[in-house]
């Protein structure tokens, strides 16, 4: 008999009725998980919540009703779906390098937006004040890490880009900001909120040197003279905390 809250899939066919009316009474619910993806490329269409609801209606009523687990709650933790569009990276063009390759350098990086660099995602880029301009230059787009898969777009065609520009990688609102880091002491950034009357709200101030290195604690070195060789004082202290 499976616990409240455990997943119902697991031998639920036999006995349906009893395990049914126990199930009622235990809160029981199947957890669809997340996953539903989102249109990242303009000419990519967004999933068909509508649809897929029906589709789990069906099903829902294919199986769970005539098995007498009705009524049954049914979960879904969407994540991307619900923020994923609705949020942008804006960021600044620090460097043009123009070798083999053209490159424009920005000073986001992975420690904002780990996906194109982390598995190759793909993310568009626009850049404002020149999005009806040709795009005619192609560019590898990097962020400011010291790591050589730190990329937001590679050969991606796009706008003469000047140093300076802003540009606005779209569709960050999951898997973004969240799955930030401060490696290469990258400190994360604000992240401000654009209301429905066009005003723009401060939800989350930037990180800080400060913020940083706050969970350092080298208040126990303090005693260290140059010797660091553990005292008797460090020893008692260390194989106090040890038991
Ligand atoms: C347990 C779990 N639920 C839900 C989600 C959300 O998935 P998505 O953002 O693809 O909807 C994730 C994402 O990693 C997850 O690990």
Redesign the pocket.
């Given at each position: 008999m499976p616990e409240a809250g455990q997943d119902l899939h697991h031998g639920h066919e036999r006995d349906q009725t009893s395990h049914g009316n126990r199930l009622h009474h235990k809160n029981i619910g199947v957890n669809l998980?997340?996953?539903?993806g989102i249109p990242y490329r303009p000419e990519e269409e967004p999933v068909d919540l509508p649809a897929l609801g029906r589709e789990i209606r069906a099903v829902y009523e294919a199986r769970i009703m005539p098995n007498g687990l009705h009524p049954l709650k049914i979960a879904l933790?969407?994540?991307?779906?619900i923020t994923g569009p609705y949020g942008y990276l804006v960021s600044r063009v620090l460097h043009k390098k123009e070798t083999y390759k053209n490159y424009v350098g920005l000073d986001a990086s992975m420690a904002n937006l780990m996906r194109p660099g982390m598995y190759g995602a793909y993310h568009h880029i626009t850049v404002p004040g020149k999005e009806d301009w040709p795009h005619d230059q192609v560019y590898d787009v990097t962020g400011s890490l010291c790591e050589n898969n730190d990329k937001f777009a590679i050969d991606r065609w796009l706008p003469r880009i000047d140093v300076g520009d802003l540009v606005v990688i779209h569709d960050t609102g999951?898997?973004g900001h969240s799955m930030g880091f401060n490696y290469n002491g990258k400190l994360r950034s604000a992240e401000l909120l654009l209301r429905p009357d066009g005003g723009v709200t401060m939800i989350r101030r930037a990180e800080t040197v400060e913020d940083y290195f706050r969970t350092i604690d080298f208040s126990q070195l303090e005693n260290m003279d140059g010797d660091s060789r553990p005292s008797e004082r460090h020893i008692s202290q260390y194989t106090a905390v040890g038991k």
């Open positions: 998980g997340g996953g539903v933790e969407l994540g991307r779906a999951a898997h």
